[in-house]
């Protein structure tokens, strides 16, 4: 038995590059263009059975869009959530090294141990998005489907299935509209997952 399951982060969202978590901005026309040109790239080899979306706007909007074109079913799964950073939402990096650098660093450095002010634990994040990705692989074996999530949620799955260190999860990037394969033969404890096509890089 084979699924598929493919990866899309979503495309840029107003206000651009910063540190965004649970802010719920949606796409701009830019992030609607970048992921509309992704599908359009790759519909010829897609069959997917079902689209599941985070319910953050700049995933769920275009996800349902997509939904109302291809007449395929819309899951929304919460624990596809980003990763939330307190007191560091709304801002850029390059603010927060003007003013908390040392804070940041130390995030870049040990996220386990120096998380945002006011953010989520990354333990916590880990268990809310590997109980997703475990109950979707369960739920849809044999089946084609699409998830259409952030780049932290993604982050995750690839360390899980790579044994890659969490703590360089930011060697692993994931640009805006990066679509990304993971088939997985078998299921239950003998199932192999394997990333077979990832548009960002690994950096080692």
Not at 166 to 171: K, L
Not at 173 to 179: G, I, K, T, W
Not at 182 to 201: D, F, P, W
Request: charged share 20%; proline share 5%.
């Amino acid at each position: 038995m084979q699924t598929s399951i493919d990866l899309l982060r979503h495309g840029e969202p107003v206000g651009g590059k910063q540190y965004r978590g649970h802010l719920d901005d949606p796409l701009s026309d830019l992030g609607w263009q970048q992921m509309q040109q992704v599908i359009d790239s790759n519909i010829s080899t897609i069959s997917w059975d079902a689209i599941l979306t985070s319910p953050l706007k700049r995933c769920a909007d275009f996800a349902q869009s997509l939904a109302n074109k291809t007449a395929l079913p819309l899951i929304i799964e919460p624990r596809l959530m980003e990763i939330s950073f307190g007191d560091w939402e709304g801002r850029t990096a390059e603010e927060l090294i003007q003013s908390e650098a040392e804070q940041l660093y130390a995030f870049w450095s040990d996220p386990f141990n120096c998380p945002p002010p006011a953010g989520e634990k990354l333990t916590a994040f880990i268990e809310r998005t590997l109980s997703a990705w475990n109950k979707i692989q369960t739920e849809w074996q044999g089946k084609q489907i699409l998830i259409i999530c952030h780049a932290g949620a993604i982050r995750m799955i690839f360390c899980h299935l790579l044994g890659f260190p969490v703590e360089r999860q930011f060697n692993i990037q994931v640009d805006y509209a990066s679509l990304s394969r993971v088939v997985i033969e078998g299921e239950a404890e003998t199932a192999l997952a394997r990333l077979v096509s990832h548009q960002g890089s690994v950096h080692v």
